[in-house]
């Protein structure tokens, strides 16, 4: 089966691939379609911007299409950066300007509350119209420093007590197990695997 993934977020793919490794599933991005243009995320949440995204990429593409809109929520912050996550610091998809703007901004916070979550949302939509839906959140504290190199985002930044390291520090397999995306992902595979058995029986 053909799949579809929304991104051009080459570590946000890795994480899915792997996520969704052993499915009989073929995985393709905007990579593979040069000429197809990225939805414009103008939304107010992160499911609209999914769904949205979806929509227009299933449409493009004719397969079944995967589309998630993800982001950081601080409390401290009023909930921001939220849908503005990947563009906090202006350009689109600058994570180190992301996380100097981010570190910044929280530096005069006291330890107690300095508390966030990662949210994501995704939309599995298919060309005739039949949409899945999940939603993955992960709670953990925006540390005072970066730590960690792998992840990308504000993954250097998003301390997890009950590991005591940031999400850029964990292996990724750890990090697929309780990331927001990595349970958004699994409620995906879950359904993926409903569809891969429906067409089998089919």
């Known amino acids: 089966m ?10 946000k793919l890795r994480e899915i691939e792997d996520l969704l490794m052993g499915l009989d599933v073929q995985i393709f991005s905007y990579d593979d379609f040069p000429d197809l243009s990225e939805t414009l995320e103008d939304c107010d949440s992160f499911r609209e911007n999914a769904m949205k995204k979806g929509r227009e990429a299933a449409l493009a593409t004719g397969i079944l299409s995967l589309a ?18 990947a563009r906090y610091a202006g350009k689109q998809g600058d994570h180190a300007a992301n996380n ?3 570190l910044d901004e929280m530096r005069t916070i006291p330890c107690g509350r300095r508390t966030a979550r990662f949210v994501c949302f995704m939309a599995l ?11 993955g959140i992960c709670e953990g504290i925006i540390a005072r420093d970066f730590a960690g190199s792998g992840g990308f985002g504000f993954d250097p930044l998003f301390y997890l007590p009950e590991f005591g390291k940031t999400m850029a520090e964990l292996d990724l397999r750890v990090k697929n197990s309780i990331s927001h995306r990595g349970r ?12 891969l058995s429906e067409k089998g029986n089919g």
């Not at 053909?2 to 570590?11: D, E, I, P, S």
């Not at 998630?68 to 939220?82: E, I, N, Q, Y």
């Not at 939509?125 to 939603?135: A, F, L, N, Q, V």
């Open 100 to 102: 100097s703007k981010l």
């Open 2 to 11: 053909k799949l579809f993934v929304a991104t051009r977020n080459k570590g």
């Open 68 to 85: 998630d809109d993800s982001g950081l929520m601080v409390d401290a912050l009023g909930g921001a950066p939220g849908v503005h996550s």
């Open 184 to 195: 958004a992902l699994q409620q995906i595979r879950a359904i993926l695997i409903e569809i």
């Open 125 to 135: 939509i298919s060309p005739d119209g039949r949409t899945w839906e999940s939603e």
